[in-house]
Antibody, heavy 121, light 111 residues
Framework: EVQLVESGGGLVQPGRSLRLSCTASGFTFGDYAMSWVRQAPGKGLEWVGFIRSKAYGGTTEYAASVKGRFTISRDDSKSIAYLQMNSLKTEDTAVYYC????????????WGQGTLVTVSS | QSALTQPASVSGSPGQSITISCTGTSSDVGSYNLVSWYQQHPGKAPKLMIYEGSKRPSGVSNRFSGSKSGNTASLTISGLQAEDEADYYCCSYAGSSTYWVFGGGTKLTVL
């Protein structure tokens, strides 16, 4: 059974940093691209960024709203994806979901339960 | 403001059919047959319901179907059931600079 479990959320002051983790199980983690999607309280979904599998260079792409502040990385030996968030702003307050991208299909086929990040002084 | 436009709410009675629209542009929905739809119940994570415009993942009821015409994608739910009451989001690939854009979400109420 595919499982994605996010951790690391919490309350952080504006301008500070936070790192989220996504621990995967039930599939060969290294074969898949992984994305982060966020949802501000009472709002819709927003794609944050993704990291390709090593087979495709392990490179990353980001939404304009977080580019230069957020960094996605992965440790295939531990089946973990990370989201490093720097220079946090109040508008980054959201539930952050880790998602798996389809291997041969174009979609976000599995989602974690999400972790809440609150940016406030 | 979301990149894709969805109605804020739709409603229907049990057994009826409803359609949720998702309007984008020629840079996203209109250029790629890569629209997916996600169902989200309150307090839960989104669940993939339709991908690549009209394909259903294993385990998703065939009451859910997707289509596209021009810059607008649609999700149709037939034979509405109480458990279909949820928020629904569309998502489209938007090219290799923007990548993924979501709609603002549609709240489905089963009367």
């Amino acid at each position: 059974e595919v499982q994605l479990v996010e951790s690391g959320g919490g309350l952080v002051q504006p301008g500070r940093s936070l790192r989220l983790s996504c621990t995967a199980s039930g599939f060969t983690f290294g074969d898949y691209a992984m994305s982060w999607v966020r949802q501000a309280p009472g709002k819709g979904l927003e794609w944050v960024g993704f990291i390709r599998s090593k087979a495709y260079g392990g490179t990353t792409e980001y939404a304009a709203s977080v580019k230069g502040r957020f960094t996605i990385s992965r440790d295939d030996s531990k089946s973990i994806a990370y989201l490093q968030m720097n220079s946090l702003k109040t508008e980054d307050t959201a539930v952050y979901y880790c998602t798996r991208e389809g291997l041969v299909t174009v979609n976000f086929d599995y989602w974690g339960q999400g972790t809440l990040v609150t940016v406030s002084s | 403001q979301s990149a894709l436009t969805q109605p804020a709410s739709v409603s229907g009675s049990p057994g009826q059919s409803i359609t949720i629209s998702c309007t984008g542009t020629s840079s996203d929905v209109g250029s790629y047959n890569l629209v997916s739809w996600y169902q989200q119940h309150p307090g839960k994570a989104p669940k993939l319901m339709i991908y690549e415009g009209s394909k259903r993942p294993s385990g998703v009821s065939n009451r859910f179907s997707g289509s596209k015409s021009g810059n607008t994608a649609s999700l149709t739910i037939s034979g509405l059931q109480a458990e279909d009451e949820a928020d629904y989001y569309c998502c489209s690939y938007a090219g290799s600079s923007t990548y993924w854009v979501f709609g603002g979400g549609t709240k489905l109420t089963v009367l």
